[in-house]
């Protein structure tokens, strides 16, 4: 006997439910399967340039000739739309299931954004409504094969990070990011904790708007303070994948929508966001297991 909402089942219906949900499994698996690397960004307070890294981390890795999905789970603040000039597009059902947007070469993008009415609508959904419809876009978006699935987490350990790392299994690697501020640094704490504790690994900390480059004299003012990544990645005992600096042409990008990397090679912040990605676009060509990150 089961039960479901609130209903008595026979042995017969449990049965068909129990088999459903295997079913679900076995298809959530397979989809997953076709993906060889799953990249999770968190961070543990808004602001810190989540979505920025992950926009930027996923161009990067589609201009190197990746095949890479973009997945924005922030039900109540999807940003990827508009950091990435796609606000208004639809996307086309084929079969009951979801087309991702195309947003150049090798980049597919999927976001609650694309479904909403209207960017004002607000979206009221509790724990287990938001698991359903991250397992949807996991499951029910054509993503194909893929090299690189990056999912970008609304901030903190809530609802949607928790379901995204439970769906994608401890396979999927976590990258954290925090800003210099000592705030930040006890937020972050929070995420590696979080993913440490449901078995997923932490590729590493990116420290962002580290520190401002001078474009007349070339100094650097560390404008939040610094240290605080280094110091965090010690204490948790997971690597700092680099710094980025503060710099107003990020900014610019994210306005005007578009990956700061897609048009900038040269510069400080290229060069920084290109030494952290590095290694992660090495986990494609190295075998498992012998990247310096796997
Ligand atoms: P989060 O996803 O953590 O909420 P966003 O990626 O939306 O943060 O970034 C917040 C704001 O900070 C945006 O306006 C973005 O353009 C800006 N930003 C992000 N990184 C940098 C940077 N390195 N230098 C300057 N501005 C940045």
């Known amino acids: 006997m089961s039960t479901q909402e609130g209903k008595t089942c026979s042995k017969k219906n449990a049965d068909t439910h129990c088999e459903g949900k295997n079913v679900a499994k076995h298809a959530l698996r397979s989809s ?14 808004g602001g810190v340039g989540k979505s920025t890294v992950a926009v930027n981390l996923a161009q990067a890795l589609a201009m ?18 508009r950091l990435l000039s796609l606000r208004g597009e639809r996307p086309q059902l084929d079969a009951g ?4 947007i195309n947003a150049g070469p090798n980049l ?9 009415s209207s960017e004002r609508e607000a979206v009221v959904w509790r724990g287990p409504a938001k698991m359903k419809m ?3 876009f996991l499951l029910d978006v054509i993503w194909r094969d893929l090299d690189f699935l990056v999912v970008d987490c609304p901030p903190g350990t809530g609802d949607e990070p928790l379901s ?31 993913c440490t504790e449901l078995g997923n690994p932490v590729l590493g900390l ?49 306005d005007e929508g578009f990956a700061f990397l897609r048009v900038h090679s040269e510069g400080p912040t290229a060069q920084a966001m290109n030494r ?17 990150l796997t």
């Open 32 to 45: 997953l399967d076709r993906i060889k690397h799953k990249i999770v960004v968190l961070s543990g307070k």
């Open 64 to 81: 190197s000739g990746k095949l890479t999905g973009l997945l924005d789970v922030d039900v109540h603040g999807p940003s990827l739309p």
């Open 97 to 100: 299931r979801l087309e991702p």
């Open 108 to 116: 597919w993008v999927m976001s609650l954004g694309f479904l909403l």
């Open 134 to 136: 991250i397992k949807q």
């Open 164 to 194: 995204v790392l439970q769906l994608l299994g401890p396979e999927a690697k976590a990258l954290i990011v925090t800003t210099p501020q000592g705030v930040a640094v006890d937020d972050v704490r929070r995420s590696v904790t979080f």
């Open 206 to 254: 990116v420290e962002n708007m580290s520190g401002h480059h001078c474009s007349h004299c070339g100094q650097v003012d560390n404008i939040f303070g610094s240290g605080g990544g280094e110091t965090l990645a010690e204490e948790m005992g997971v690597p700092l994948l680099g710094k980025i600096p503060l710099d107003p042409e990020m900014v610019r990008a994210g």
């Open 276 to 292: 952290i990605i590095a290694p992660i676009l090495a986990m494609a060509t190295n075998p498992v297991g012998t990247s310096s």
